[in-house]
Structure formats: structure tokens, C-alpha cells
């Protein structure tokens, strides 16, 4: 496992002490860089004096430097499944998961073009798996970016069923993945994809909690959330069905799935 993501054992996290966590907080405090984001309904000057009063009054901050850390990260090949398992009966729901690699840099436009295809992939399986065999509880399809590993965002597919149906559905969601890679996706996928999206991101412009953690949050180290949001709504409008279909076919290849199930315990093999 790698240190860097997961969480830590029980251990790991008992054997850190105050003294470890203030040498490594203190001099970010004293000196590390700040960035300050504010939305809502307030008076813009009078935010301003009070800024300059109270964090403008600092000492001079250092500038950010380079991660202290490796962003490299290897993404998981294979079509080999992984098992994790949870206390629990052997009714109990199942799940299988299943991730795609997408391969960094992407435009504003092109992020969205992968995630009208995860959205569009997630009704197809939610249709195949739900409503044709109805035997799943929850399908739920998203793409993930990672801007802090390079090379590691995904595109994310999870499935939960009965555990006597997860081989089935296993070949399913695989099923549709290889056809929507050799096939594409239809026009009218694309509209309703991209209704919905149009109509999430217009619903966010009155959450001021999106604005903040979404658009503003690391606006100086990660201006490019501003200007993708500034062009989101035509960037949109711009996507066509071959924008698609080309990712489908980069992405949804027959080695590029990784998957793992996560099960009840009573269904974990005996020892012999």
C-alpha cells in the first residue's frame, strides 16, 4: 500500500505526538503562503478594510514551493479482481467497483466530454443492471480528477447487488464498456447528457458552498478552475458525439479496467 493515500492504521496514527504535528504545522502558520476566498451577500469595501486589517497586517509570507513530496503515483493494471471483505451476513449487498484511467492534461472542454461519457456510460449500466435484470441497488457512474497526482484521475463505475449476482453483473458493466468504446454513443445520449449537466451547473450558481469549494477554493495555485467555469455553458454546447466517441474509444479498451469487489465476510473462502 501506499503511504501517501488510504488511511493509515491505528498504530501508525497512535505513535504521532503534539510535539511532531507543531514542528511540522508552526512554520506554515509563521510563514506559509495564505489564500483567502469569500462569497455571499456582503459590502466589497468595507471586506476589504477589514482584509487589510487583519490578514494584510502579516508578516511578509513565503511563496509556495514545490510539493515536499513525490507526485507520482502508479495506477493498478490488470484485469486480475481484487476482494475486500466487511463484517457482515451473507445477504448483505455487495459491491463491485470499476475504474477506467484517464490520462491528464485535458482542456476545460475535453474534462467535460469525459464526463458526459461517464454520465452517459452510468445510464446504460444503470438501465442493463437495474431496470432490465432489476437486481441492483445502486448504480452510480462519475469521473475523478486528480490534481495533485498527475496521470491519476478515473473515471469510476460502482455497482451494488446481491452477491449472487456479481459475476453476472461483472460481464455486464465489461459488456457495455467494450460496446460503447466500439460503438459510441448516440445523439440523443449526448442531449440528455448534457441537459443535465447544463442544468446541475446552473443550479450550483445559487449554492454559494459550490462556488467556494469548487471554483474559488485554490483559485491562485489552480486558476484554470476559474476560466473552465467562465466557458463551462458553451464549452458544453461544443461537445459533439465524435468528442465522445473518441474518448470512449481511448478509454473503454479491453485491458485499461480495474476492478475490485467488496463483500460480506460470511462469503470469504474458508481456510483450509
Known sequence: RDPRIGIPADKKIDARTPEEFRAWIAPQLASGPVEFSLVGDFDVEATIGELTR???ALSAREPRGAKAFSTTLNFLRGRRA????????????????????????HTARERLAVQMLAAIFGDRVRDEVRERKGSAYRVESYVA???VYPGFSFL????????????????AVRKLALAIAAKG???DELARAKAQTLASIRRNQTDNTHWLREVLADSQQRPF??????TAESDIEAITVADVNALAARYFGPDRVFHYAIMPSALMPKKK
Request: glycine content about 4%.
Open 225 to 230: 478552475r476559474l476560466d473552465a467555469f467562465r
Open 82 to 105: 481484487t476482494r475486500y471483505y466487511f463484517s457482515g451476513t451473507a445477504e448483505r449487498p455487495s459491491r463491485w467497483e470499476f475504474f477506467w484511467r484517464i490520462r491528464d492534461p
Open 145 to 147: 480528477w486528480n490534481d
Open 54 to 56: 487583519t490578514l494584510g
Open 185 to 187: 454513443v448516440t445523439a
Open 156 to 171: 469510476r463505475c460502482s455497482v451494488d447487488h446481491q452477491p449472487a449476482d456479481r459475476e453476472k453483473h461483472t460481464r
